[in-house]
């Protein structure tokens, strides 16, 4: 966990590994200890999704990143809360030249929705965007996988 103040240019006010989920509750303290409006809270952990590997799919851990930004620490759109779930790649295939890998997909979609339902409720969120890396439009890609989906299915 990074603790930042002010900015994100100045140094962190506190850089700590915690051993998850077994410390927790410690990185909930710390972030009560440092909250303030003008302080972000940057989390690194991981997840399991299904990723294809030479040797076939497998669940692996992915590298996910949360931010949490007070209401007066500067962010790049404004948001309070962002989450970097890791590449585009684990969610959407690349072509639907077959359909016999799709199911690995659904699943990490389905894991990303639960996640983002769970912390839209718990949290109270009011506004969120579905955002990636690439130059394509995420929803307009989703579509697109679902009405394939749908047709190869019929």
């Given at each position: 966990?990074?603790?930042?103040?002010?900015?994100?240019?100045?140094?962190?006010?506190?850089?700590?590994?915690?051993?998850?989920?077994?410390?927790?509750?410690?990185?909930?303290?710390?972030?009560?200890?440092?909250?303030?409006?003008?302080?972000?809270?940057?989390?690194?952990?991981?997840?399991?999704?299904?990723?294809?590997?030479?040797?076939?799919?497998?669940?692996?851990?992915?590298?996910?990143?949360?931010?949490?930004?007070?209401?007066?620490?500067?962010?790049?759109?404004?948001?309070?809360?962002?989450?970097?779930?890791?590449i585009e790649s684990?969610?959407?295939p690349g072509s639907?030249?077959?359909?016999?890998?799709?199911?690995?997909?659904?699943?990490?979609?389905?894991?990303?929705?639960?996640?983002?339902?769970?912390?839209?409720?718990?949290?109270?969120?009011?506004?969120?965007?579905?955002?990636?890396?690439?130059?394509?439009?995420?929803?307009?890609?989703?579509?697109?996988?679902?009405?394939?989906?749908?047709?190869?299915?019929q």
């Open positions: 966990m990074r603790v930042s103040a002010v900015d994100p240019t100045e140094p962190a006010l506190l850089e700590q590994v915690f051993k998850l989920p077994d410390q927790l509750e410690d990185v909930f303290d710390a972030m009560e200890k440092w909250r303030s409006s003008d302080v972000s809270f940057e989390v690194e952990g991981f997840w399991d999704l299904w990723q294809e590997l030479p040797e076939g799919w497998q669940l692996k851990p992915a590298r996910v990143q949360l931010f949490f930004y007070g209401p007066d620490f500067p962010s790049e759109f404004g948001e309070s809360i962002r989450a970097e779930l890791g684990f969610f959407l639907l030249d077959t359909t016999k890998d799709l199911h690995f997909y659904q699943s990490n979609l389905k894991s990303l929705l639960r996640l983002n339902g769970d912390w839209s409720a718990k949290l109270r969120l009011k506004q969120r965007k579905l955002w990636s890396d690439s130059s394509e439009d995420l929803s307009h890609r989703l579509q697109w996988i679902a009405q394939a989906v749908s047709t190869a299915r």
